[in-house]
């Protein structure tokens, strides 16, 4: 059964940093692109930022490009984003998923989310 | 970034109706767009990707179509599990966008 497994959120004041870890498991997750997403309280989902299989392509929304970075460990089977520099609109639930289809932007599995608060 | 559009904000139906659900992009995206379901406080389950095929496990009586700009959900006959709000997004260039959702209520 294929899990994600996100963990490493909470409370952070403006301008902390923070490192989420997702732990993935029940499939052979180098063979994946996988992505973060993020939800703020009560909004929309927005599409936060990608990494190939390898690690050697990632992809950012412009909005988090130079504080947030992701990160992956095949080894460990576990996918990673450093978040520096935060921001109160940083606040939502970040989930992990993983990219059906290779590179695609479609995503089929998700974990259960792990939520960020930025506040003094 | 790609804009997308969603309508009706929100829909009230009764078990058994028909659903439609409209995504429009703000530019051509040919057939790169997949439609999310997503109840309180779970992730979203994908239902459909590549517009219009239909994801593995996924009840038949979810269907997309479309392609360019204007795309649609359909639910052919609600049942009280679909109760839940649905996103559309775009995969045809970063950064991935998702339309702003369509909440389907009890009627």
């Known amino acids: 059964e294929v899990q994600l497994v996100e963990s490493g959120g909470g409370l952070v004041q403006p301008g902390g940093s923070l490192r989420l870890s997702c732990a993935a498991s029940g499939f052979t997750f180098s063979y994946y692109w996988m992505s973060w997403v993020r939800q703020a309280p009560g909004k929309g989902l927005e599409w936060v930022a990608n990494i190939k299989e390898d690690g050697s392509e990632k992809y950012y929304v412009d909005s988090v490009k130079g504080r947030l970075t992701i990160s992956r460990d095949n080894a460990k089977n576990s996918l990673y984003l450093q978040m520096n520099s935060l921001r109160a609109e940083d606040t939502a639930v970040y989930y992990c998923a993983r990219s059906f289809l290779r590179s695609s932007g479609y995503f089929d599995y998700w974990g259960q989310g792990t939520l960020v608060t930025v506040s003094s | 970034d790609i804009q997308m559009t969603q309508s009706p904000s929100s829909v009230s139906a009764s078990v058994g109706d028909r659903v439609t659900i409209t995504c429009r992009a703000g530019q051509g995206i040919s057939s790169w767009l997949a439609w999310y379901q997503q109840k309180p406080g779970k992730a979203p389950k994908l239902l459909i990707y590549a517009a219009s095929s239909l994801q593995s496990g996924v009840p038949s009586r979810f269907s997309g179509s479309g392609s360019g700009t204007d795309f649609t959900l359909t639910i052919s006959s609600l049942q009280p599990d679909d109760f839940a709000t649905y996103y559309c997004?775009?995969?045809?260039?970063?950064?991935?966008?998702f339309g702003q959702g369509t909440k389907v209520e009890i009627k």
């Open positions: 997004q775009q995969a045809h260039s970063f950064p991935w966008t």
